[in-house]
């Protein structure tokens, strides 16, 4: 089966950095996708990790280690805008699941 | 500029009138799917399509039909809309997975539509 695991939510202040955890358990893997997404909008793609590691795009960075079925989604220098769902995604066997998302507030 | 365009944006409909949502996709991907998304539910996958004449259940099929006549097209059809079809639905699209080093395969980004609202009163 497919299980994708992320806390629901999370609060954080501006200028700080926050660390968003994703779990998962699936059938086979193939790539593990972070996206943004702001109340009633699209998801747009922040980041693709499919080997163990670290990749690092500006203020945002997404870990996998493939072995504890783990990933984070590392965002630096919080900024209001940042305020959003974020959603970790899973394509193993099966096309592209996703878990249901992290609420993040960012406050002055 | 490469894009998904879904229609309509917003709808409002009665329990048992067709409805057809379209997609649109200009960037020749073979890989389109549709999404509803719920409260609490998050991002859950009604059929998906690798390529031309080639449609698969998601996770929430019952209900909804869809066709795949044309590569750039994927059309949702809710034969007979029910109150509980209410939901934010989006199209996606992305290239297939491909092999790299290492005999890893890889895949591109899945590209969303803007989403359409539907109300089944």
């Known amino acids: 089966g497919q299980n994708i695991d992320q806390p629901t939510e999370m609060t954080a202040t501006e200028g700080a950095i926050v660390q968003i955890n994703c779990t998962y358990q699936?059938?086979?893997?193939?790539?593990l996708f972070w996206y943004q997404q702001h109340a009633g909008e699209a998801p747009t793609f922040l980041s693709y990790?499919?080997?163990?590691g670290l990749e690092e795009k500006g203020r945002f960075s997404s870990f996998l280690s493939r072995s504890k079925g783990y990933s984070y989604l590392l965002l630096k220098e919080l900024q209001m805008k940042d305020s959003a769902s974020y959603l970790c995604a899973v394509i193993g066997n099966t096309p592209l699941v996703f878990g249901k998302g992290t609420r993040l507030s960012v406050i002055a | 500029e490469a894009q998904v365009t879904q229609n309509p944006r917003y709808l409002i409909t009665v329990t048992g009138k067709k409805l057809t949502v379209t997609c649109s996709q200009n960037?020749?991907?073979?890989?389109m799917s549709w999404y509803r998304q719920d409260p609490g539910l998050g991002l859950r996958q009604i059929y998906y399509s690798m390529n031309v004449e080639v449609t698969d259940k998601g996770d929430v099929p019952e209900g909804y039909k869809v066709s795949r006549k044309e590569k750039r097209n994927f059309p949702l059809i809710l034969e007979s809309p029910s109150p509980n079809q209410t939901s934010l639905y989006f199209c996606?699209?992305?290239?297939?997975?491909?092999?790299?080093?290492?005999?890893?395969?890889?895949?591109?980004?899945?590209?969303f539509g803007p989403g359409t609202r539907l109300t089944v009163l």
């Open positions: 990790n499919v080997l163990d």
């Open positions: 699936t059938s086979g893997f193939n790539g």
């Open positions: 996606a699209s992305s290239t297939r997975r491909r092999e790299i080093a290492g005999g890893i395969t890889s895949t591109d980004t899945q590209y």
């Open positions: 960037m020749n991907h073979e890989y």
